[in-house]
């Protein structure tokens, strides 16, 4: 370790410089907000459910499927919908969702991250 002197305060070097940020302060702000909004364990496993099925489901489908009442499903759909991670269709009286194609990127970012995380 090397001592050196930054204005009046002796500073220690005890590991390497850090590199340059791999994210943009505007990629770093999307990506907290995708954090933000998959904070809550019930975003998470409607992401996973609609990855697997590979098609729309129906709202109705996420209920007992996450043992939630209706109004809160709706509420994490709504979430999900307004953040971009989610495409709202309406078929008749019902209303299907599926993962936005763009949000593929955004999650495979999450995961990137938090692998080096």
Known sequence: MRNRVAGSLELIECCRPLGAATLSD???EATAALFRV?????RVTIVNLLATSGE???ACEFEPALRLSQPTVS???KKLTEAGLLEREQRGKWAYFSLNPEANSQLERLVRISEVV
């Open 75 to 77: 509420h994490h759909l």
């Open 56 to 58: 729309a489901v129906c």
């Open 26 to 28: 505007d990629e770093a």
């Open 38 to 42: 998959l904070a809550d364990p019930a």
